[in-house]
């Protein structure tokens, strides 16, 4: 048997029935009307699998992006059976999509094996029981659209012939084509009923022409509208140009080439103006003209939506005609219009714009105004001109500063303050023509015919001009005119100084809330660090959009503390400049030279002339730039004659620094500086408080030890002097005794001072009978009683107990009597214990001298004593450990007193004190409760 004969044969088959199903199937497409492309590819599949004797043929859909592809019909030929849904991913299978991107087909004759289709060996080969593929891209409009899959089932590969391989992809373009002939038929099909829906519309519309315009201007479409208005049929009217349904007069001056490349610049144009009907008679037309684009912007023509407003137009001329006949009157009105406009915005640009538009076409077919502003710059704020003026093209522009200095025509108005009158230009335009020159830029720019420039005056200065244009010959401005346009142009300056006014009013109140929160910040924190990182936010958006502070520190370094920026996006960019070019005194930044001259630096117009100077490299100046640096404003930090820092300030475009800028920084900076000297004088008191503590702490317990060897060395003293009868050494050892004994309280003090300062006052809290206590504690003081002449009482009617820490509370009442014995030599003092539900009262009385009125706020203050040192010994501690020991066991201490009448100390403890719960009497006052 021949075999290679017989697949060769085979092969001539297969190329001859690829060819014969490629034609049929196109002959299919081309026959049908609504091709089903699900059906045509399901018919295509199934003669596929037959043709080339394959188990398994199917169409896999790629995905947007080509990251995954779905098997949208696959046909088994052993089942008869159409399936589908199963779904590859790019990222499992890279190399086999990579494959269908790079090759024109894929044959893989032992697919298990093949490294573009072995990935799929696990997961979807071997379950299938497939062991050759041969897969077919399906290219869509130059995309890849699909792949047409033939997968041969088998206990061995099979090796695709070279027409087994072109007959698959034969079979790939007729899928491509199918596909093709689907998605144009669908978009054929939208686009009829579109346009179909499109035409019930536009010739429902009878009241207004709809006009559809090639991009030459053409017409290509005609509703009944424009055929009721114009009077032509559609037939007629397709084919002709836009300018055909003008006035000749219209034509001749280039009107309606010029709204067609207005329509084109602006996409939208709104027009009025004289039409022209198929019998010869005019309309006045109100036109809307809208540029129609495709996706990639492409000018596809134009669409004209215009009424016929010839009534409104008659009715508008003969209201002009009768305001022409009194002049006045026109005058008065827009004057009024315009000052009703003026007062009712105090929106400047905006208020402007509006009169603009009422001197149009009243006093000038175009009317601009101009303000001055600082450094001698002229701003455009306004710019109007009447349909169809040669103006329409400039004032398109966009509004801002005058390119250069300020157009010549406005020089000598700004300067004097003197209107500029020229009836007739002619002559100058004719010369303006012939020279070669930067003069006159706005009479060679708007070319008109009649020109008026009045100044705006306000108190005195010349704030801008208010411009009128006549393009029209014969029909020159007049002296009443004149007199017209300044009258106007001084009620508007009037209104921009008020607006001008207001604005700086409403900055003025901004600025004092801004200093009232930055005040309010600065108080907050005694942390100068804390406080200057608060004051660059609160500098930031009103002030400025990016703040930086730098502070001098000990040994004359500089430091930069704290940076914000109002964008949180460009924060990186301030911390890179603060590691990149940190401040140093030989660098010249403005923070840096402000260090040095301890005055301010203001840049209003940051330019690259003047940034260059001030940084250290183009790749600062470049970073710099990238904050937003366009005007800067560095102030120094001065306090009690130091300068202590520099706040630098920058912002963009949007604001421009100035005196008031200035101001207000200064403001800001002064408090700033008066905060942070404040909070350095604080943690120098702190370390000095600290220092002061820690001396008494070491001294109180250095000078324990001689005195209690001293004490010691006395009462061995006394001892023998009792033995020998010297009464004469025995009284003086008892008063070096005292003396001791006291000096001894004094260093107790002392240390009580120190362990309250480092939290080191301990309680040893127990149940205790305060009534006993005080009796014990009056027993203790009746020889100091006898020798200052006082007779002690104590008062109560029973035991008064509580838990209670018993040494503290003996010292509360050792000192309180000790001050009434002192005070009120030669008269009783009074102990008091009573129970007052859950507290319970101690109270001192006597008779002495008192206390003043302006002294019983301090008297419990560390130190603080209410009579002079000279007359009455003691430290000034006594009753601050009093306090201190009361509050610590919840209670509250009071005194109440006069001069000459006694004092009354009354002191209210709980009666169950817990520590770390605060009794609501805590605290002193100046008097006991009743």
């Given at each position: 048997m021949d075999v290679p004969g017989a697949v060769l044969e085979r092969g001539h088959v297969l190329h001859r029935q690829s060819v014969l199903l490629e034609q049929s199937v196109l002959l299919e497409l081309a026959a049908s009307q609504a091709p089903d492309f699900q059906a045509s590819l399901r018919q295509i599949l199934k003669s596929d699998a037959e043709l080339l004797g394959v188990e398994r043929v199917s169409y896999w859909s790629f995905s947007a992006g080509a990251e995954a592809i779905r098997c949208d019909v696959l046909y088994r030929r052993d089942a008869n059976a159409f399936d589908g849904g199963t779904e590859l991913r790019r990222r499992d299978f890279p190399r086999y999509f990579q494959a269908l991107l790079d090759e024109l087909y894929i044959a893989a004759d032992d697919a298990r094996r093949d490294g573009r289709t072995s990935e799929f060996t696990e997961s979807y080969l071997k379950p299938r029981g497939i062991t050759a593929m041969l897969d077919v891209p399906v290219w869509v409009r130059g995309s890849l659209g699909g792949v047409v899959c033939h997968e041969h089932v088998g206990g061995a590969p099979r090796v695709w012939t070279a027409e087994e391989q072109a007959f698959a992809r034969s079979i790939g373009h007729v899928v491509s084509m199918a596909l093709e002939t689907a998605e144009r038929t669908r978009a054929e099909e939208s686009l009829r009923r579109s346009e179909e829906r499109f035409r019930l519309l536009v010739d429902g519309v009878k009241d207004q022409a709809l006009i559809m315009l090639d991009p030459e201007g053409l017409v290509v479409s005609w509703n009944a509208g424009a055929q009721r208005i114009l009077g032509y049929e559609a037939a007629e009217a397709l084919g002709k140009h836009f300018s055909d349904f003008h006035p000749p007069d219209s034509v001749a001056r280039g009107r309606p080439q010029a709204q067609l490349r207005g329509a084109t610049a602006r996409g939208r144009l709104e027009v009025e103006g004289w039409r022209l009907r198929k019998d010869g008679t005019r309309f006045w037309a109100g036109v809307v003209l809208t540029s129609l684009r495709d996706e990639h912007g492409r000018l596809r023509g134009f669409a004209e939506v215009s009424r016929d407003m010839t009534e409104r137009k008659r009715a508008e001329r003969q209201q002009r005609l009768l305001a022409a006949a009194s002049a006045a009157e026109q005058q008065q009105r827009l004057l009024a219009e315009a000052s009703a406009v003026l007062v009712s915005s105090l929106d400047s640009d905006a208020a402007l714009t509006a009169v603009a538009h009422r001197a149009v076409p009243l006093l000038g077919d175009t009317c601009l105004i101009h303000l001055q502003e600082g450094g001698g710059r002229v701003r455009r704020v306004a710019c109007e001109h009447a349909p169809g003026s040669r103006a329409e093209r400039h004032c398109g522009d966009l509004l801002g500063p005058e390119e250069g200095e300020a157009p010549t025509e406005l020089v000598?108005?700004?300067?004097?303050?003197?209107?500029?009158?020229?009836?007739?230009?002619?002559?100058?335009?004719?010369?303006?023509?012939?020279?070669?020159?930067?003069?006159?830029?706005?009479?060679?720019?708007?070319?008109?015919?009649?020109?008026?420039?009045?100044?705006?005056?306000?108190?005195?200065?010349?704030?801008?001009?208010?411009?009128?244009?006549?393009?029209?010959?014969?029909?020159?401005?007049?002296?009443g005119e004149q007199a017209l346009a300044e009258e106007l142009a001084r009620r508007t300056a009037y209104a921009v100084d008020n607006a001008r006014l207001y604005e700086e009013l409403r900055r003025a109140e901004q600025s004092q809330r801004f200093l009232g929160e930055a005040t309010k910040v600065l108080v907050e924190s005694l942390d100068y660090e804390t406080t200057l990182s608060r004051v660059s936010r609160l500098g930031v958006p009103l002030l400025a959009d990016w703040c930086v502070v730098d502070v001098v520190e000990e040994g004359n370094v500089l430091r930069r503390v704290a940076a914000a920026h109002a964008d949180p996006a460009r924060e990186p960019l301030l911390r890179e400049l603060q590691v990149r070019y940190p401040a140093r005194w030989d660098t010249n930044p403005p923070a840096t030279r402000v260090l040095r001259s301890c005055q301010p630096e203001l840049y209003s117009d940051l330019s690259d002339a003047r940034l260059l100077p001030l940084v250290e490299s183009p790749a600062h100046a470049r970073l710099i730039r990238e904050l937003g640096s366009d005007t800067v404003l560095a102030v120094p930090l001065v306090a009690r004659g130091r300068i202590l820092g520099a706040l630098t300030f920058g912002a963009a475009r949007k604001r421009r620094y100035g005196p008031v800028d200035l101001l207000l920084a200064e403001e800001l900076s002064h408090r700033t500086a008066m905060a942070i000297d404040n909070a350095r004088l604080y943690q120098e008191a702190q370390k000095a408080i600290n220092l002061r503590d820690e001396f008494l702490s070491i001294a109180s317990h250095e000078l324990r030890t001689p005195i209690t060897t001293l004490h010691l060395q006395l009462q061995h003293l006394q001892r023998h002097c009792a033995k020998s009868g010297d009464a004469t050494l025995c009284r003086r050892l008892d008063i070096s005794a005292r003396q001791i004994h006291r000096l001894d309280k004094l260093i107790e003090g002392l240390l009580d001072v120190s362990r309250i300062s480092t939290g080191q006052f301990r309680f040893n809290l127990e149940p205790l009978d305060l009534t006993q206590l005080a009796s014990e504690v009056l027993e203790q003081f009746q020889q100091e009683a006898a020798r200052a002449d006082c007779r002690l009482v104590l008062r109560a009617e029973g035991p008064v107990t509580g838990r209670y820490d018993r040494l503290r509370l003996e010292q509360v009442l050792a000192n309180?009597?000790?001050?009434?014995?002192?005070?009120?030599?030669?008269?009783?003092?009074?102990?008091?214990?009573?129970?007052?539900?859950?507290?319970?009262?101690?109270?001192?009385?006597?008779?002495?001298?008192?206390?003043?009125?302006?002294?019983?706020?301090?008297?419990?203050?560390?130190?603080?004593?209410?009579?002079?040192?000279?007359?009455?010994?003691?430290?000034?501690?006594?009753?601050?450990?009093?306090?201190?020991?009361?509050?610590?066991?919840?209670?509250?201490?009071?005194?109440?007193?006069?001069?000459?009448?006694?004092?009354?100390?009354?002191?209210?403890?709980?009666?169950?004190f817990r520590p770390g719960v605060k009794s609501a009497r805590a605290g002193p006052t100046e008097g006991p409760e009743p």
């Open positions: 000598r108005v700004l300067r004097t303050g003197r209107s500029r009158f020229l009836p007739d230009t002619s002559r100058l335009l004719q010369r303006l023509g012939e020279e070669d020159s930067g003069r006159f830029v706005l009479f060679r720019r708007f070319r008109p015919a009649s020109v008026l420039v009045a100044p705006m005056l306000a108190r005195g200065r010349t704030l801008g001009t208010l411009t009128l244009f006549r393009e029209e010959l014969g029909h020159p401005y007049t002296r309180l009597l000790s001050n009434a014995i002192k005070y009120a030599a030669g008269g009783p003092v009074t102990v008091g214990v009573e129970e007052r539900g859950d507290f319970a009262r101690l109270t001192v009385q006597d008779q002495g001298i008192g206390i003043p009125e302006k002294d019983l706020s301090r008297i419990f203050g560390r130190f603080e004593r209410a009579v002079s040192p000279r007359n009455y010994g003691g430290l000034g501690l006594g009753l601050f450990i009093t306090r201190q020991i009361v509050e610590a066991h919840g209670g509250s201490i009071a005194v109440k007193s006069r001069p000459g009448e006694g004092s009354t100390f009354t002191v209210d403890l709980p009666r169950d």
